[in-house]
Structure formats: structure tokens, C-alpha cells
């Protein structure tokens, strides 16, 4: 029950916090990135499970 076992959880768990954090700040940039960040940490999860 380590966390290597579950690291295909955690990787687009820490993907989409990223995105969250880069979403709030007010930049247009970096709530772009942090959109897009999301929007891909959403599928990579959505595709492993």
C-alpha cells in the first residue's frame, strides 16, 4: 500500500491542483495554463479509470 501503488491517482490529482492554484491568479496567461493544466489532469483521470 505504498504511494508508487497508486501513483496513476496521484499524478493527475497533483496535475489538476497545479492547474486550480495557476487558475487563481489573476493573469490571463496563467489562468490559461492553469485551465489547460486542469483540463488535462480531468482526461488523464477520466482515461485510467
Known amino acids: 500500500m505504498a504511494i508508487s501503488d497508486h ?3 496521484v499524478e493527475p490529482t497533483i496535475l489538476i491542483a497545479l492547474g486550480f492554484i ?4 489573476p493573469e490571463p496567461a ?4 492553469g485551465v489547460g ?3 488535462l ?9
Open 7 to 9: 501513483m496513476e491517482e
Open 22 to 25: 495557476l487558475f487563481l491568479i
Open 30 to 33: 496563467t489562468s490559461t495554463l
Open 37 to 39: 493544466l486542469m483540463l
Open 41 to 49: 489532469g480531468i482526461v488523464w483521470w477520466v482515461q485510467w479509470t
